[in-house]
Nanobody, 127 residues
Framework: QVHLVESGGGSVQSGGSLRLSCSIS????????MGWFRQAPGKARDGVGA???????EYADSVKGRFTISRDNAKTTMYLQMDRLKPEDTAMYYC?????????????????????WGQGTQVTVSS
């Protein structure tokens, strides 16, 4: 059974940075495409980005150029570096494993259907 645990959430002012971590047990990033989702109050849970088993990354248009997904060499910890944060980035952030990607005709990526979820960590960005 895969188990995911996020850490690193908190409060930051607009323009600031945060780094989230996700530790995975019961599997590694060699087996699963991993990624991040977020859910703001009253809104649907949306994909932020993903890292494939070979280390390739894709991002939602809303965070492209500001957020970076990476992982350690053992592929048991994934990171989400968030820079130039905006108030609209405020949400609960969830780590996910076994997600799928879809690309639209415009080249925009979306993410769905993970097999496993973490419990979430709150990110709050104040203006």
């Amino acid at each position: 059974q895969v188990h995911l645990v996020e850490s690193g959430g908190g409060s930051v002012q607009s323009g600031g940075s945060l780094r989230l971590s996700c530790s995975i047990s019961g599997g590694t990033g060699s087996t699963y495409t991993m990624g991040w989702f977020r859910q703001a109050p009253g809104k649907a849970r949306d994909g932020v980005g993903a890292i494939g088993t070979k280390g390739d990354t894709e991002y939602a248009d809303s965070v492209k150029g500001r957020f970076t997904i990476s992982r350690d060499n053992a592929k048991t910890t994934m990171y989400l570096q968030m820079d130039r944060l905006k108030p609209e980035d405020t949400a609960m952030y969830y780590c996910a494993a076994g997600l799928r990607l879809r690309v639209s005709y415009t080249g925009a990526y979306s993410f769905y259907g993970p097999d496993y979820w973490g419990q979430g960590t709150q990110v709050t960005v104040s203006s």
